[in-house]
């Protein structure tokens, strides 16, 4: 079983969730989707025992042993990653979308395209059980890939370690990387906040989720925070259908337990908060 957590916006604590979700009773592999700020490796700190380069497209580089300069590639370039001085073509790696143009316009063939092979995606093991995660480098593209490389590396480890449950913790947001971490999977658990913005995100995921026909459930998450707020996004699932499966008060011991490299579980498993957590999973394993 597949269960995604995700989020219409960041900073909802998804990830904390997604941390004590994964500490419970027996051992499961979490996935860590997020790969552009992937952040459970620093809490659980898991083994690595396997590395896999994610090739991330390509970047332009200039042979400056070959070039003229002629400057027809700064003229061409529709991305403006390179300048081009009078006496030397400059090509920003940030800037470059690594369309190939430039290299195939060259006269002197001095410009050529290497692979982007600094992102990693990583397999290993945790305090209980397996962890796999993918860290894309800073400027590469295709998160959407990656994302899906993670999924299918968690579901060979769940399948060779005869793990049921697979938690995905998902990247905010409703774009490529979502749509890559909830496509196929069993459940959906989305963590808002009582704010505006949440309430507004919150709308945008579940339009996006209800598209792959996913049992979807809701976690308002610090509602006592603004309690009105939460029962306006209480009184609008419940309106449009959706199951607001628990509501979380605001509770300090949730960084302090990440202060100390734990889950709110393993931290104080007898907090009101984690008591509240561990009916939330009873229900969301059970519920078909």
Known sequence: ?????????????????SAAFATLNGRKVIADCDVDAANLYLLFNPTHEEEI???????AHVNYELCTPCGICANYCRFDAISFNGARVTISEISCDGCFLCSRICP?????????????????????GKMVYGRLAPGEENSGKLVNMVREKAKQVAGENNLEIIILDGPPGIGCPVISTITGADKAVIVTEPTISGLHDLQRTIEIVRKFDIKAFVIINKCDLNSAMSDQIETWCSNT??????QLPFDTGVVEAMVQGKSIIEYDINSDVSRMIIEIWNKIINTN
């Open 53 to 59: 380069i994610y090739i991330a497209g390509h970047k």
């Open 108 to 128: 002197e063939n001095a410009i050529r395209m290497l692979q982007n092979d600094k992102s990693r995606m990583y397999s290993g093991s945790f305090r209980n």
């Open 1 to 17: 079983m597949e269960i995604a957590v995700i989020s219409g916006k960041g900073g909802t604590g998804k990830s904390s969730i």
């Open 241 to 246: 259908g959706i199951k607001v499966i628990g």
